[in-house]
């Protein structure tokens, strides 16, 4: 998918790729880094809590997990970059291992996903069976 079919200002072409960020405390908005280089900024509630900007390698496949609330509906948003393989990571939350919902890849190599609820912890399991943890943490906490 080209920049044109996206779009790279907006969040709102998530709702249409399956992440429906509208009644949440999450945003993101596509933007561009240092040489042209695609990138992504993680919002809660206004507050800009993460970039990410496009790059041939890296290490970091599960960059970032918050949790947070809208009118009382709870919710976990976990962000990083796509495996080497260009595909999102498998994702669970929590102790238990509850799968979380199906993350979805963007231009730049991001994945995002979403889950309703609260959780203490986020897991991104790579095709080649690495794993990645990660504390959830408050949406307004840095």
Known sequence: MNDTELGESSALELEF???PLLDT???????????E???LEIYN???LLDVMVETAISSHVLRGARRGARDG???VLAWGY??????APTLTLGRTGTPLLDAIT??????????????????AHAPDGTKSKLRVRAGWSR
């Open 45 to 47: 509630n206004g507050l």
């Open 73 to 75: 509906r709870r919710s």
């Open 25 to 35: 405390p999450w945003s993101v908005r596509f933007a561009r880094g240092t040489r």
């Open 106 to 123: 963007t231009p730049g190599g991001f994945w995002l996903a979403l889950a309703d609820g609260d959780a203490d912890r986020v897991v």
């Open 82 to 87: 796509v495996c080497a393989d260009g595909t």
């Open 37 to 39: 280089r695609r990138a």
């Open 17 to 19: 790729r399956g992440l």
